[in-house]
């Protein structure tokens, strides 16, 4: 192989060498020698130089040859889908693993909310039995406290017919009493027929035509305002009327109007809905709500019967009432 060197360069770096030789070995006296050996040495070494760098050059050549061969092409594009399908499939490894980091989490997540939710719902149990207990208790009071109301309204109630009774002995204006003989027909009483209710109640003399099952049913007292509270423990008292406000009268029925009407519409469809204004203690405050069918006014009698409303504890039947102008409740 031939060797080309720059002499300048190569004298440079055999100056280098010998003053690296003089300056190492001070003891040792430079001599021809030891000057031949220097310039053998760095001529290997250039001589290796060179032979790197003709290597590295053909390899770079070809290198180059090879990059325009087709088949080469050919090749480095198989080795790169190679490449890309490894890359890909390391990708949908990550991924995949990705997902299942996420799920674990998602599963410890759900585990702990369902812990959550057990101990909420256990807390709630326990809730619900100490409410229980509490109501149980009060419901307790509730029927005792109904019991003494329900007395006294059955005074109350009792009161008028006896006061009415002393009149009617004197003055046989109305139906007389039942005369109780059975096997006789008794006439229908208007007044039962018009309202579902009589003043008299099973002491009248006239027969009520109470319906086992129909349309409409009828809540006693179920409709109650200041005034006509106030009326029913001092019903004479005609100033109390004056005092309470036609428009707080308005306002309260409005109230209790959309208050009361929903929960019948629950049940079916409400045909009338009446609300009795009528002072008198038979009619005061009844609620009569007429459905479209039979079935809709059973199922209201057999939800409300029996609730409580407004205080109250509501009181159903069923009523025949066939014609609404004729029954002298207003609203
Ligand atoms: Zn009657």
Redesign the pocket.
């Known amino acids: 192989m031939s060797l080309v060197i720059d002499n300048a360069k190569f004298h440079e770096i055999i100056q280098e060498q010998i003053a690296k030789q003089k300056h190492d070995h001070t003891e040792t006296k430079f001599n021809h020698k030891i000057y031949r050996t220097i310039i053998k040495k760095v001529k290997r070494k250039i001589r290796r130089q060179v032979v790197a760098r003709k290597r590295d050059e053909q390899i770079q050549i070809e290198e180059d040859q090879r990059s325009k061969d087709p088949l080469y092409q050919a090749g480095l594009a198989q080795q790169e889908e190679i490449q890309k399908k490894k890359e890909l499939e390391e990708e949908k490894e990550k991924k995949c693993q990705l997902w299942h980091e996420r799920e674990l989490l998602a599963k410890i997540q759900w585990e702990a909310k369902q812990k959550r939710e057990q101990a909420a719902k256990i807390q709630q149990q326990q809730q619900a039995k100490t409410v229980h207990a509490l109501s149980t208790k009060t419901s307790n009071l509730k029927i005792k406290s109904t019991r003494t109301s329900a007395s006294k309204i059955q005074i109350e109630k009792e009161k008028p017919t006896a006061v009415i009774g002393q009149q009617l002995e004197d003055q046989p204006t109305h139906?007389p009493f039942a005369s109780g003989i059975a096997g006789i027909e008794r006439p229908k009483?208007s007044?039962?027929l018009k309202t579902g209710v009589?003043?008299?109640?099973e002491r009248?003399?006239?027969f009520?035509d109470r319906p086992d099952v129909s349309n409409t049913i009828l809540l006693l007292n179920m409709y109650s305002n200041f005034e006509m509270q106030y009326g029913l423990d001092d019903e004479y008292d005609a100033d109390i009327g004056l005092e309470f406000e036609e428009s707080e009268r308005y306002q309260n029925f409005k109230e209790f109007y959309y208050d009361v009407l929903p929960e019948f519409e629950a049940f079916g469809h409400v045909v009338e809905f009446k609300v009795c204004s009528n002072f008198e203690i038979h009619l005061r405050g009844n609620v009569y709500v007429q459905f479209k069918t039979d079935d809709e006014a059973v199922r209201a009698f057999q939800r409300m019967n029996g609730r409580f409303y407004g205080g109250k504890m509501l009181q159903c039947e069923f009523v025949n009432i066939t014609n609404w102008k004729n029954s002298i409740c207003g609203m």
Request: charged fraction near 15%.
């Open positions: 139906n009483c007044f039962f009589c003043k008299y109640n009248c003399s006239r009520h």
